[in-house]
Each structure stands twice: as structure tokens, then as C-alpha cells.
């Protein structure tokens, strides 16, 4: 007869320190038999959407979680049946029938890992906190000694003892209340005490539900009795009535769950406004001559079958002028009180996708020449648009350009991306009257805007780097002298 036994598939994380996912969709059903490395479901974190393979061969038994759920990491989302193996020993401590008499208790084992996309995966077991021994209070065990010597003395223990009672000990330290990084930082932007917060999570852990919870509870409006009026017994209160959700026209309103990509977007752009001090500095430029040199490129054997446009040139623009001030390519470490500058550029590309704005960077751009920046350029839009775009490839970015003139604006005042010190925001390109050579002329001209963290970059640097970007845009042959 053969073996079966049936393994549960955790939700991985996927990217570094992630802590949930959405599933997206399911690609398998109860009954279908799948191999090992099969695609099984999408997920969305809160940097990408990931497909995840099944780590063995077996028959699905069971969908934990229907699509459009968000699950924590490791938990399972799949039971799978494999056959030809023994059941997992926890599962076969749980069916074997006891013993009549009671067994030494074994050494606590460590729990299995299930096989994930990353690491060594979620431990099936909760974590377990070795208590902390407490010191005897003296006076404790000076009574104590004082037993034993009269049991020692006497061989057996009075009837009755005169034994003075010890004072109680101090009570133990509160220990700190358990929740994920992300409960923490909720709590602490809506000012809850985490210690005040009743847990409701496995283990005792906060779940972002209770700290909402501990809101509600504050905010409602208390009741209270007129102080004349005697307090009404026990008894006759009624009973707490749960909380009822507002209601709203559904013909009116559409109401969509804040979650996924949108989710971590958004709180890390307020992150960014309340963090980093912004300044935003523009400047309006005659871009004419490189809307030419970009024509002459699509021409350009080198360039055939790249993608040429005129985000190519400004990317390159601006890698010039961090060549030329490199301290603007730097961090703020809060931690260390330092200041970080960079020596490389992850150049970032905000990309607007039908899940939210998202900013994958193109690792060491400043070391690209023109041809492999078009390529990585057309890889990163492509892959962002078809919502591939690899946790990986979202991080590390050191600046980071957004172009808000492909929806026809002028220019905009970005805030930064999390981690970076400048944003450079590029307007639309369109024919406007120009002074040229001394007459006014129709002539390509756009608006940059460069936000910049006013912590490490004074409004000299930041200058100087906008006026870099734009002198390159107007003159395009300083590509050749300055790069």
C-alpha cells in the first residue's frame, strides 16, 4: 500500500522583510495534480506581482484562501497529497492514540521549515520565549532555611509551623507587546500604545484589526450618567452592541480596499513628506536640438531595434550632472547620523502600472553606455506594464526620474522616493514661442522640476545639478565633452 501524506504549502516572502500578500489568482483547483516547480497562484506583495511554484508533486486537496485575500507570511494557503512519504511527525503526534500510563516528555524538537522562494523559510511552529528566572527574595529564603533546619533537626515538620510569610516578590517586567514592524509604525502613526491594545493574533501578536479596533474604541462617544442621577446596577446594562460599518450608496460611491502596491505606496509617500524636508526648484528649457539628435539616433544602426525617446537623453543628462556634483547622489542615515554618498547610481523610473505607481531602477546606470541604457530602459517599461517587475528590482534606487509630461502636464513637485535624496520631474515637450538667435521663434521647450532632501543638499547643489540637466537638454553636444 502506498504512502501518502499531505503537506501544506506557506506563503513565502517573496522580497526582503515583506510580512503579507494578496493572492491574485489561482491556477489550480482541489483534484488537480501538480509537479513540482508548477506554477500554483499570483500573488501581489507590496512591491510586485510574483507567481509561485509548488516545491514537490502531489494532488491538491484544498485552497485555504479564496482570490482577493490577503494572507500573512507563513501561513498556509495549499494542502497538497504527496505520495510515497510518511506523514510529518507533527501530524503523526497528533493522531497516535496516548499511552495508559504518562510518558517522559521528549526533548522539544525544532519545527520543520516548509520549502519557500526565499531563505530557509517560515518555521511551522511559534516562536517560544525562554522565561526569565527571578531572583529569591531574601527573606524568602532565609525561611526557607529555617524549614529545612527544623525538618533536618527533628525529622519530621511541626504541625503547625510558626513560618513568618514571605513578602511577595516584585512582579515581573511587562514584556513588549508582540507585533510585525508594520503594526508597529500603524500604531505609532495614530498615536496607540501597543501595550493598551488586546491581541487578537496567534500567540498573542497585535494585528493591524486590533490596533483599528483600539481607534474605534477610543474615538466612540462615551455614555455617561448625569451626576445626580444614581449609576444603574450591573445587571441591568445592556449588552455592548458591535460596532456597525457606515453605509453608503453603492450607485454613488465606489469604495476600493487600500492594499497591495497602492498600500505600500502610499505609506511610504507619506513617510517621504512628514521625513525628508522638500525643496523643489524648475527651470524651463529649449530642449529643440535634442528632439533632433533623438530622430538621428532612431536612424543609427546602433540603436536599431532599441527604444529611443527623448527620456533616453534626459536619463543620460542627469547621470552627467551626478557625475559632475556626486553628492547629490546620497542617503540620510537617521540611525548613524551620516551622511551616505553613493558612488554608483541605481537610476529610478517611475512607471504608472494598473496596480499603482511603482519605481524599479536600472542597476548601475552611471556605468551604461547609450545603447545599454536605451535596452535596460525598454526592459524596465516593458516588464513594468505586463506587472512582472521583480521585489529586487524596486530596490536600492539613489535617484529617481518621473515623467509627468507623457500626460500632457507641464510639471509637477515629486515627492521622493524613500531612501533618495533627489527626483528629477519632466513636462511635457510641446512647441512654445522661443527667443532663438535674437528673434522669437516656435521652438520644443519642457519644464524640469528637481525635488531635492534639504537635509544633505543645500539649494547650491541642487542648482547646480538642475542647470546641468537642462544646459545637456539644450546643448546636446556637451554629452561628448562632459560625460
Known amino acids: 500500500m502506498t504512502n501518502a501524506s499531505v503537506r501544506e504549502f506557506k506563503m513565502p516572502d517573496v522580497g526582503e522583510g515583506l510580512t503579507e500578500a494578496e493572492i491574485l489568482k489561482w491556477y489550480v483547483q482541489p ?47 495549499i494542502a497538497v497529497e504527496v505520495a510515497g512519504g510518511a506523514a510529518p511527525a507533527q501530524e503523526e503526534a497528533a493522531v497516535a492514540p496516548a499511552p495508559a500510563a504518562e510518558p517522559e516528555q521528549p526533548a522539544e524538537q525544532p519545527a520543520a521549515r516548509q520549502p519557500v522562494l526565499v531563505g530557509y523559510g517560515v518555521a511551522t511552529s511559534s516562536t517560544r520565549r525562554r522565561p526569565r528566572k527571578q531572583a529569591q527574595d531574601p527573606a524568602a529564603q532565609q525561611a526557607a532555611s529555617a524549614v529545612q533546619s527544623e525538618l533536618n533537626g527533628h525529622g519530621a515538620a511541626p504541625a503547625a509551623p510558626a513560618v513568618p510569610a514571605a513578602p511577595a516578590a516584585p512582579p515581573a517586567p511587562a514584556q513588549r507587546p508582540l507585533a510585525k514592524p508594520p503594526v508597529r509604525k500603524l500604531a505609532k502613526d495614530l498615536g496607540v500604545d501597543l501595550a493598551t491594545v488586546t491581541p487578537t493574533g496567534p500567540d498573542g501578536v497585535v494585528t493591524r484589526e486590533d490596533v483599528h479596533a483600539a481607534v474605534a474604541a477610543a474615538q466612540a462617544p462615551q455614555q455617561t450618567a448625569p451626576e445626580a442621577q444614581p449609576a444603574a446596577p450591573a445587571a441591568s446594562a445592556p449588552a455592548a452592541q458591535p460596532a456597525v460599518p457606515a ?41 529643440t536640438r535634442t528632439m533632433k539628435l533623438v530622430e ?8 536599431a531595434g532599441l527604444r529611443v525617446n527623448p527620456l533616453l537623453l534626459i536619463a543620460k543628462a ?43 531602477n536600472i542597476k548601475d546606470a552611471h556605468a551604461r553606455t547609450l545603447p545599454e541604457l536605451a535596452a535596460s530602459l525598454g526592459e524596465l517599461v516593458s516588464t513594468a506594464r505586463e506587472g512582472k517587475t521583480s521585489p529586487s528590482a524596486m530596490q536600492g534606487g539613489t535617484v529617481t526620474i518621473t515623467n509627468v509630461g507623457v500626460f500632457g502636464v507641464d510639471t509637477g513637485t515629486p515627492l521622493l522616493n524613500p531612501g533618495e535624496s533627489a527626483i528629477l520631474a519632466v513636462g511635457a515637450i510641446k512647441p512654445q514661442p522661443w527667443v532663438h538667435k535674437g528673434k522669437v521663434k516656435p521652438r520644443q521647450v519642457t519644464t524640469l522640476a528637481l525635488s531635492f532632501d534639504h537635509r544633505l543638499v543645500d539649494g547650491e547643489l541642487g542648482s547646480k545639478v538642475l542647470a546641468d540637466v537642462a544646459a545637456v537638454l539644450e546643448q546636446p553636444k ?3 565633452t562632459w560625460a
Open 31 to 77: 483534484g488537480d495534480t501538480v509537479t513540482d516547480g508548477q506554477v500554483v497562484c499570483e500573488v501581489e506583495t507590496a512591491k510586485a506581482a510574483v507567481e509561485l511554484p509548488i516545491p514537490y508533486d502531489g494532488v491538491v486537496r484544498a485552497l485555504h484562501f479564496p482570490e482577493g485575500t490577503t494572507v500573512d507570511v507563513g501561513t498556509s494557503i
Open 247 to 287: 453605509s453608503y450608496d453603492s450607485a454613488r460611491e465606489t469604495r476600493i480596499p487600500v492594499k497591495g502596491v497602492r498600500k505600500a505606496t502610499a505609506a511610504a509617500m507619506v513617510g517621504s513628506a512628514f521625513t525628508a524636508p522638500h525643496v523643489t526648484e524648475f527651470v524651463t528649457v529649449d530642449v
Open 296 to 303: 538621428e539616433l532612431k536612424q543609427d544602426k546602433e540603436f
Open 318 to 360: 542627469l547621470l552627467v550632472a551626478i557625475r559632475r556634483n556626486p553628492d547629490i547622489n546620497a542617503s540620510w542615515d537617521e540611525a548613524a547620523q551620516e551622511i551616505v554618498v553613493k558612488h554608483y547610481v541605481n537610476l529610478g523610473i517611475a512607471a504608472a502600472t494598473p496596480r499603482g505607481l511603482i519605481v524599479p
Open 478 to 480: 556637451r554629452l561628448i
